[in-house]
């Protein structure tokens, strides 16, 4: 099992970036995909998560990021995507992707993750 998640950078409030996680090694068409950010000093939060396509690609995100973020997955290259807008300063994170819809249903492996700074 691996996760290779990039598109992270340096930023300015208010803006964009898409991330992208690549993942191999487990049947990706059949679960749940989730992105988690974790910031320096703080615990690993969910942020956003996509269930599989056969039951409609339902999402869920935490609250602080609904109506900025999205989510999304492409099921013939075993990808699964966050775009982000309207950046904060609070985005600032190391985001990681794993396996499951709400909970990490892989959590026993971890990629390196993609640092989002959001800094003026």
């Known amino acids: 099992v691996q996760f290779v998640e990039s598109g992270g950078g340096l930023v300015q409030p208010g803006g964009s970036l898409r991330l992208s996680c690549v993942a191999s090694?487990?049947?990706?068409?059949?679960?749940?995909m989730s992105w988690y950010r974790q910031a320096p000093g703080k615990e690993r939060e969910l942020v956003a998560g996509i269930s599989i396509s056969s039951a409609g690609r339902n999402t869920n995100f935490l609250d602080s990021v609904k109506g900025r973020f999205t989510i999304s997955r492409d099921d013939v290259k075993n990808t699964v995507f966050l775009q982000m807008n309207s950046l904060k300063f609070e985005d600032t994170a190391v985001y990681y992707c794993?396996?499951?819809?709400?909970?990490?249903?892989?959590?026993?492996?971890w990629g390196k993750g993609t640092l989002v700074t959001v800094s003026s």
């Open positions: 794993n396996a499951g819809y709400s909970r990490p249903a892989l959590g026993d492996y």
């Open positions: 090694g487990f049947a990706f068409s059949s679960y749940g």
